[in-house]
């Protein structure tokens, strides 16, 4: 007998084929897809201790965000002069390291973990890649975000960001956080787990990448990066290269290496990223706020690199903004052309390609049997058909985060008729306005 049943719904897979199935059922057991097909065919092999009536809305899988950086949801309008910032690196290193990264405290990553898992959670992101610094919590702040996302009930992959900016001893310690991290957390059915993450190749010395490759050898959790996310003189002037030839000369680069922004990589670079099968994760909102540029994502795509999306948890924490952001930049930038972004591409990059870049194509990204049951139930508001030839285009031109009605994760029902079943959401809200006015004061700003 299965858990759960949705009924009568417009499918739209996102499996190998693509497929649409115009009144479509879904039954779960457990925390995975055990049928999926015609409603009177599932509904004939199964009865479930609770049925959902999809009727006349349309199913699709959980979106996925591949890089966030949730507890610096409290930096979210904090008052600071931007005038004074000329470049990038300025705002770096004046503004976001020393008043929100440094002074960020434990309770400050769980509450702004619990509401940003929330926002998501209600617009349809089910699974989250995310990085922290947080070097004033360490040890255990990574305890404190796995709680937080443990509560909420959202899909997560967490690592600490590994830089020696400020000393070698935090490098050192974030290195350990995440490999005990890692050893306690990543277990088979596990929803919230580990990775290993290094801040930037020029923040983290070619020795902190070599022991970052070998531990996600010795554990199979993979690494994160912060790579060419502004032009590469920084990473030239301390160790003679640029970003990507020190990670390859470092043993770095893999199909486990989830690479985020890659806005000034070159041609050659681009290469090199389809030779070892490295993924991207591509923040173009975020990418426009800092006014760094803009990534050469059609050149990936046809070169057979995944990429998948991020919001970097600036502007929005909304997957579907970030991914009709993308959808739009990428014909007019880097080179004007409606065909460098087809809509198609943009929901892959939204749903199976996303679970590629974070390499759990196998347990989520498309709705099929023996996957987990990460799936959306959304209001059909579009004012034209959704069908088998739509339903894709609708994703992306007219689907709004206000139609997701439920939302399931790992099987379970965190968002029930757009009410979350997890938590208190207007506690984390709360609580999240007080964290954030604290962390202000004390970083001089208020």
């Not at 990473?235 to 922004?261: N, S, Y």
């Not at 070159?266 to 090199?272: K, R």
Request: with cysteine; net charge negative; glycine share 6%.
């Amino acid at each position: 007998m299965a858990d759960l049943l949705i009924t009568r719904g417009k499918i739209g897979t996102m499996d190998g084929q693509r497929r649409f199935i115009e009144d479509g059922a879904i039954a779960v057991e457990g925390n995975r897809i055990v049928a999926i097909g015609p409603t009177s065919e599932v509904t004939a092999a199964h009865q479930a201790a609770r049925t959902i009536d999809a009727s006349g809305k349309v199913v699709l899988p959980g979106f996925i965000c591949t890089h966030g950086h949730m507890a610096a949801t409290l930096s979210h309008n904090m008052p600071v002069d931007f005038s004074k910032f000329t470049k990038f690196t300025d705002m770096m290193e004046m503004w976001w390291w020393p008043q929100v990264e440094d002074q960020t405290l434990a309770d400050d990553i769980y509450w702004a973990t619990k509401f940003a898992a929330a926002r998501m959670l209600k617009s349809g992101t089910t699974t989250i890649g995310d990085m922290l610094e947080a070097p004033s919590a360490l040890p255990g702040a990574l305890d404190h975000q796995a709680r937080a996302c443990d509560e909420a009930g959202i899909r997560a992959v967490l690592a600490f960001e590994a830089t020696e900016r400020t000393s070698k001893r935090l490098g050192q310690l974030a290195m350990e956080e995440n490999r005990r991290f890692v050893l306690e957390r990543n277990r088979p059915e596990a929803r919230v787990t580990g990775r290993f993450a290094c801040h930037t190749a020029y923040t983290a010395p070619p020795e902190m990448l070599r022991a970052a490759r070998h531990y996600a050898d010795e554990t199979h959790a993979g690494l994160f990066i912060h790579v060419a996310e502004f032009p590469p003189f920084l990473t030239v002037e301390r160790w003679g290269k640029p970003d990507p030839q020190v990670l390859e000369e470092a043993g770095f680069l893999g199909p486990d290496v989830l690479t985020i922004h890659c806005i000034h990589l070159t041609d050659a670079d681009i290469d090199l990223w389809a030779q070892h099968d490295v993924k991207v994760a591509h923040t173009p909102m975020s990418n426009m706020l800092g006014g760094i540029g803009v990534a050469k994502i059609p050149q990936m795509l046809a070169k057979g690199i995944t990429v998948g999306l991020g919001h970097d948890c600036f502007f929005t924490l909304e997957i579907l903004e970030v991914m009709r952001a993308a959808y739009l930049l990428h014909k007019v930038a880097p080179t004007p052309n409606p065909a460098n972004m087809i809509f198609f591409q943009a929901l892959e990059m939204a749903t199976i390609n996303g679970a590629k870049a974070l390499n759990l194509e196998r347990e989520i990204g498309s709705l099929e049997v023996g996957k987990k049951a990460d799936i959306l139930i959304t209001e059909d508001k579009c004012p034209t058909p959704v069908n088998a030839g739509t339903w894709m285009w609708y994703a992306v031109h007219d689907l709004s985060s206000a139609d997701i009605q439920t939302v399931i994760v790992d099987g379970r029902v965190v968002v029930d008729d757009r009410q979350l079943t997890t938590m208190d959401e207007e506690e984390a809200r709360r609580k999240s306005q007080e964290q954030a006015w604290a962390l202000w004061k004390r970083a001089g700003v208020v």
